[in-house]
């Protein structure tokens, strides 16, 4: 009997450790390279233009993960940044890409710091532009491609409208949705795309603190 509540209690403690050890092998061999600019959970480094990658949908991730690989997106000669993260993946086979995507998505997106400043009345304006894409909280839609925008860093945001105005991202002819983006950031003029930023991170704030 003594035996039998041994062999128990030793199935139940195992139990956990073999959790564990499942997710860890689950946990994809490239995600340290990852981390090394992204921070540990994704919450981005702005001193290494790496932005926030937490809670981005595993569609959307994987789907640009694909175009910095396959050149649509990162080839730009003005595009250092892009540059930068095509090389850091280039040799990564697909398959680890989506693994890649998928851990991501799975951890929970940060508060992120507000250091674009705008008019949130103006700012608002401008994304009602956004609101049929996007969603009315900026949460992003599967079904027309169209990812989500709260939790990302303002600064990264402000970045890409500036490269999708310089035709920096957005020109490649397969690259449908980035031409859908850039005619809509060609509409508004610097102020108005930091208004609208800044309208995207307080409103991700008030709903986090719901």
């Known amino acids: 009997m003594i035996r039998l509540r041994v062999f128990i209690a030793i199935i139940f403690l195992a139990i956990p450790y073999t ?41 959307y991730s994987y789907r640009q993960l694909l175009n910095y690989k396959n050149g649509i997106r990162g080839t730009n000669p003005e595009d250092i940044l892009g540059q930068t993260m095509r090389l850091s993946i280039l040799n990564i086979s697909d398959a680890e890409l989506n693994a890649l995507a998928a851990y991501i998505s799975k951890i929970a997106s940060q508060k992120q710091e507000i250091s674009i400043k705008g008019d949130v009345g103006t700012g608002k304006f401008v994304f009602e532009h956004c609101m049929s894409c996007h969603g009315e909280f900026g949460e992003g839609d599967k079904t027309i491609g169209a990812p989500r925008l709260t939790g990302q860093s303002d600064w990264y945001l402000y970045q890409q409208l500036i490269n999708f105005q310089k035709g920096i991202r957005g020109q490649h002819p397969n690259d449908l949705y980035g031409r859908q983006m850039k005619d809509m950031a060609d509409m508004f003029n610097d102020q108005m795309l930091k208004d609208v930023i800044n309208y995207i991170t307080v409103t991700n704030m008030s709903i986090n603190d719901d």
């Open 19 to 59: 959790k564990l050890f499942a997710d860890a092998v689950s946990e994809p061999s490239s995600i340290i390279l990852c981390q090394s600019c992204h921070g540990y959970q994704f919450q981005g480094n702005k001193d290494l233009n790496a932005p926030a990658l937490a809670g981005l949908s595993q569609w």
